[in-house]
């Protein structure tokens, strides 16, 4: 496994662990966006690394450069593990990087290792897709667990979707093969928002985790954040007449399973604009 680094291996308390990718498995950004609202307002550990070069096309997803100081500095894309000791009954591990473009089958192999030496048992991963969900509405959340019992008490609503998977689905599948006890939760996010970030909806993916989990995750550190995206989002509405009218009939009609209704490409162009502008 040349690709890994360990940077440490700390002793940690019966932990858990979450993870998202970067890309087709993260609509909105609301799965990564989790996760990095932990480790923000958490200390964490570096744990370990994944050196992408033999996982990436660079020409489709190319490293960056920029400056630290005076210095010129090429950023590679990796994917990275961290732990954070908590205060509560349990350790958390947190997995987040850019989903890989090559060699899937090997990716997930190292990164069982990783939750294997780590002592991780239970896991949850995150994701998000794009849905005819309106933003006004509480974030709809699939639950993908063997724990029928479990999704029902925890309000997730079955899964239904066949058809292309992501990293996070292979991943999933290779952890549950080793024993690991994985749930998958999925959040639907409007697809009239899809090029913006979406708080609201990685607020609501952390608060069932963390109902889940039985853990605080910090998910009360959105707060602030997702009330300013509602006040943007509905000054953008506000301002044409002819969104508001396609809103109400989508808080009328959502559904999770349908493909996204045809909207027309201005009314997605106008309130995306507006966004960017204000």
Not at 163 to 177: A, D, F, K, V, W
Not at 181 to 195: F, K, M, Q, R
Not at 261 to 278: C, K, M, S, Y
């Amino acid at each position: 496994m040349e690709e890994l680094s360990w940077i440490s291996r700390p002793s940690l308390r019966d932990p858990v662990a979450l993870y998202a990718f970067s890309g087709w498995n993260d609509a909105a950004e609301a799965a990564t966006g989790a996760l990095w609202n932990i480790l923000s307002l958490n200390d964490s550990l570096d744990v370990a690394v994944i050196d992408h070069d033999g996982f990436n096309d660079h020409q489709v997803s190319r490293p960056l450069i920029g400056y630290e100081g005076d210095e010129r500095v090429i950023t590679w894309p990796e994917t990275r593990a961290y732990a954070i000791e908590t205060q509560q009954d349990r350790d958390v591990v947190i997995i987040l990087g850019e989903e890989p473009r090559l060699r899937w089958k090997a990716f997930a192999r190292i990164l069982e290792h990783v939750v294997s030496e780590l002592g991780v048992v239970e896991a949850v991963a995150l994701g998000a897709f794009i849905g005819q969900v309106p933003h006004t509405l509480p974030v709809p959340v699939v639950g993908v667990t063997e724990n029928v019992e479990r999704r029902l008490a925890l309000g997730l609503l079955p899964p239904t979707y066949e058809g292309p998977t992501g990293m996070t689905g292979i991943l999933t599948e290779q952890l549950r093969g080793a024993g690991v006890n994985v749930t998958s939760l999925w959040a639907a996010t409007p697809h009239y928002l899809s090029e913006n970030s979406n708080p609201k909806a990685a607020q609501t993916l952390l608060v069932k985790a963390e109902a889940l989990l039985g853990l605080d995750l910090d998910s009360a550190g959105l707060d602030r954040e997702v009330k300013q995206w509602e006040r943007r989002v509905d000054s953008a509405v506000q301002n044409s007449d002819e969104m508001s009218e396609y809103l109400a009939e989508l808080e009328d009609s959502a559904d999770l399973y349908s493909p996204p209704a045809d909207t027309g490409g201005q009314l997605v162009d106008e309130i995306e604009r507006f966004l960017r502008d204000n």
